[in-house]
């Protein structure tokens, strides 16, 4: 009998933003994609911020998620 198990790859990432006045940077996903609920995407001069990002598979279906770790100054 086949079965059909999703596959899921989960890992961390960080978005820096290193600008020279003050510039916003924005997280955005696309097709497939969500943002956690609740989270923000956006990093502020001078911090960076913590990211995961969850991808799965199943039946042929890609997916995935992206989550806010938290922000700290660069």
Do not use: C, W
Request: net charge negative.
């Amino acid at each position: 009998v086949a079965v059909d198990l999703p596959a899921i790859v989960t890992f961390p990432f960080v978005i820096e933003n290193t600008a020279d006045a003050a510039e916003t940077i924005t997280l955005n996903v696309g097709t497939g994609g969500t943002i956690q609920a609740n989270h923000t995407m956006t990093i502020a001069q001078n911090n960076s911020k913590r990211f995961e990002l969850t991808i799965s598979t199943t039946s042929g279906s890609e997916s995935y998620i992206v989550r806010n770790l938290g922000t700290y100054l660069t």
